[in-house]
Structures are given as C-alpha cells and as structure tokens.
C-alpha cells in the first residue's frame, strides 16, 4: 500500500515570518516554500560586480539596486523569488521585505538553477508589468542573453 505524502501549504503572511526567523533562504511559490543553497564565489563576483555597476548608473535617480536578499513578490504567480539583482525605480515600491515593481532583474545561471531561471522564473517576471529588462548571465561563459519588453509589450531576445 502507498501512503500519499502530507502536503502542508502555508500563506504568504506565514512565509514572511518564517524568512524573519530562518538562517537560510527561501523561495515560495503557491504555499510551497523551497529552500535555497548558497552560491559559490564566481556567482556571488559577478553578481556583485553588475549590482555595482547598475548602483553606478542610477545615482542620482529614484532607483534602488538589491542584490540576492532582496525578496521579489510576484502576486500574478503567488510567488517570491530571490534574484540575484533586482532593480526598482518605481517610488510605490515601499515594501522593506520585499519589492514587486522591478524594471530589472538578473539572474546568474549556475548548474543548479539554469532551468529554473530560464523557464520558470522567465515565466513569473514577465508576469510583472513593471519589469523592461531581464538579463541571465552564464558564470561558465562570456554570454547574456537580454530579454526585453518593447513599447507595444513584446519581449525581444538578444544573446
């Protein structure tokens, strides 16, 4: 006889308090909560490096850059995500735990998560009417592949 395995939902309210306590990072996505392992020193370089330089580029303006502990809520997909960077430039994006109006989000493709950032995720951000610019960035090569909303709401690819 197979014994079907207990599925425990919880809400979102519950999601934040729990990242509030736990040592470890979590993405959530319809109730489901998915703990993420950390990266490794190349992941974290380049994201720090183009955080770095999009901080660079919006001085002076009312954009904020985050860099991988800043959540993502995506409501249309009741998820959060935690990309690598996150830029907001929309001044409604108050939240302090998470922001849900980016016009730019990267992810650095790992062995581990490259499926995941180019289906999934690729799915949920174009959700976002906000976001114009999702970059996947290879660690193993000199690639980008640029995803980009145009003025009529198509999304264009450039590698």
Not at 23 to 31: F, M, T, V
Not at 129 to 155: C, F, I, K, M, N
């Amino acid at each position: 006889m197979h014994l079907a395995a207990k599925h425990h939902v919880i809400s979102t309210d519950e999601y934040l308090e729990g990242e509030l306590r736990s040592d470890i990072r979590h993405e959530y996505l319809a109730g489901e909560v998915f703990a993420l392992a950390g990266a490794g020193e190349k992941h974290n370089r380049i994201s720090l490096n183009i955080a770095f330089h999009l901080r660079a580029a919006s001085r002076g303006k009312a954009c904020g850059v985050f860099i991988n502990d800043m959540k993502l809520r995506i409501d249309a997909s009741d998820a959060f995500y935690y990309p690598d960077v996150l830029v907001t430039c929309d001044p409604a994006d108050t939240q302090p735990l998470f922001k849900s109006l980016p016009c730019l989000l990267v992810e650095v493709l790992s062995p581990s998560t490259e499926v995941i950032d180019r289906r999934e995720k690729l799915l949920a951000y174009r959700k976002l009417p906000t976001l114009r610019h999702y970059l996947l960035v290879s660690q193993e090569q000199r690639t980008v592949q640029w995803h980009q909303r145009d003025a009529d709401g198509q999304w264009l690819i450039s590698d």
